[in-house]
């Protein structure tokens, strides 16, 4: 079955910048979408089709695709982007996938 | 506003069949998808399927073929996840989300789902 492959984990100081990848074979065919969760909470869209940002999302979050990889950056990190935050995708029949989870520190 | 009301949490037997609920508010129902992601204890999320609300076509996780429907009811702008043949595999919180598999925008708080003997 088709995966996406996150790193567990990335930490950074405040005001940093934050860089989450994500890899798929597929993901130069299909978009991708990044989430943020926090504990108990429903996930929150942060970016979609690659680089979109929803409205309500700060400008510090943006998306980016080159290749099989696809990049979630957070600039000047806050400590409230400490979350969990997951890739989205699809395979070759649209069918759906999620990445492992990536979790981000705030030193 | 969007809102995605789930039905409450269930506590199951191995074997059995449970199935949540998720009415839609704030928008147009026939304009997205419903799609299902489901959580295990500190796991990560898993995606399921999803329904069309416009035609009711489904599109469900290779994983979940052989037990998992999705259905809608348009008059209630209601969504179902009818899971089947339950493990504690299945323990989980079950998500439903506004969106045609991808890009989903708006979620329900989640409704656990536990399987126990």
């Known amino acids: 079955s088709y995966e996406l492959t996150q790193p567990p984990s990335v930490s950074v100081s405040p005001g940093q910048t934050a860089r989450i990848t994500c890899s798929g074979d597929?993901?130069?065919?299909?978009?991708a979408y990044w989430y943020r969760q926090k504990p108990g909470q429903a996930p929150v869209l942060v970016i979609y089709?690659?680089?979109e940002r929803p409205s309500g999302i700060p400008e510090r979050f943006s998306g980016s695709s080159s290749g099989t990889t696809v990049t979630l950056t957070i600039s000047g990190v806050q400590a409230e982007d400490e979350a969990d935050y997951y890739c989205?995708?699809?395979?070759?029949?649209?069918?759906?996938?999620f990445g492992g989870g990536t979790k981000l520190t705030v030193l | 506003q969007i809102q995605l009301v789930q039905s409450a949490a269930e506590v199951k037997k191995p074997g059995a069949s449970v199935k949540v609920s998720c009415k839609a508010s704030?928008?147009?129902?026939?304009?997205?998808?419903i799609t299902w992601v489901r959580q295990a204890p500190g796991q990560g999320l898993e995606w399921m399927g999803w329904?069309?609300?416009?035609?009711?076509?489904?599109n469900y996780a290779q994983k979940f073929q052989d037990r998992l429907t999705i259905n809608r009811d348009t008059a209630t702008s209601t969504a179902y996840m009818e899971l089947r043949s339950l493990t504690s595999d299945d323990t989980a919180v079950y998500f439903c989300?506004?969106?045609?598999?991808?890009?989903?925008?708006?979620w329900g708080p989640g409704t656990l789902v536990t399987v126990s003997s």
């Open positions: 089709k690659d680089s």
């Open positions: 329904i069309s609300a416009y035609n009711g076509n489904t």
């Open positions: 597929a993901l130069p065919k299909q978009y």
């Open positions: 989205q995708s699809a395979d070759s029949s649209a069918t759906g996938v």
């Open positions: 989300a506004r969106g045609n598999g991808y890009e989903c925008d708006s």
């Open positions: 704030g928008y147009n129902f026939l304009s997205h998808g």
